[in-house]
């Protein structure tokens, strides 16, 4: 799989002669109750949430770093700031992603290369429509209990895209937005939901502040210029 995605970047490089940005938006989940997730099914949602990206970004930084340019944007998810019952596992590896994000902005800024990430909330996509459940059949029997939260969960949420009709266009806004933006001002973190949108950006102001004073503890404050 690697030599596979180096050959796409290669093609690219040989053709433009540089890499500008990359995107990172490809993604899976698996709803339910999450000791049904087998540890096959985890290992293969963190393959595309996490380890595809890595993929990704380990070959264009060293083009990027030669250029002292270049662009990278994670898309990760609300759920990568919060993780809700039932899609614990898919939260786990889009906090993965939010983690490896969020140290390779500060630690790539100086070079010249700027890392963001776009938080998308709930969009009527392809993914959205699919509720793929863990491949354990056999926890079931053990929550019985609280069998009919997930499909409240998911009922709620259908009722709030209908009222709210999220456009998955204002996620390509978003990265276009991002890409046209002076570097080295681009924001680490950019919110797209209009559902849960608010308590999501107010998280995000609120740990900014806090991890800025953890770098200056640390004897890397020189990161936030």
Do not use: C
């Not at 898919?90 to 140290?103: I, M, N, P, W």
């Amino acid at each position: 799989m690697m030599k596979s995605v180096k050959e796409a970047v290669d093609q690219v490089y040989q053709k433009e002669g540089r890499v500008d940005v990359l995107v990172n938006n490809a993604g899976v989940s698996i709803n339910g109750f999450t000791e049904s997730l087998t540890t096959a099914d985890a290992q293969a949602m963190f393959d595309v949430n996490f380890f595809a990206p890595w993929r990704l970004i380990k070959q264009v930084l060293p083009l990027m770093r030669k250029q002292s340019e270049g662009q990278i944007i994670n898309i990760t998810s609300g759920f990568g700031r919060v993780s809700f019952p039932f899609a614990a596992m898919y939260g786990a590896s889009k906090f993965a992603l939010e983690g490896l994000s969020e140290g390779l902005h500060y630690e790539l800024k100086s070079l010249g290369i700027d890392v963001a990430i776009v938080e998308p909330g709930a969009f009527p996509t392809e993914m959205a429509q699919k509720n793929n459940p863990g491949a354990d059949a056999s926890v079931l029997e053990g929550y019985k209990a609280i069998a009919d939260v997930p499909g409240k969960m998911v009922a709620a949420i259908g009722e709030l895209m209908h009222a709210k009709k999220p456009n998955p266009q204002d996620v390509a806004d978003a990265i276009v937005k991002l890409i046209g933006l002076e570097k080295g001002k681009r924001p680490l973190r950019t919110v797209v939901d209009p559902i849960t949108g608010e308590f999501i950006h107010a998280a995000n102001l609120a740990v900014e502040v806090q991890y800025a004073k953890g770098l200056s503890m640390f004897g890397m404050g020189e990161l936030l210029d």
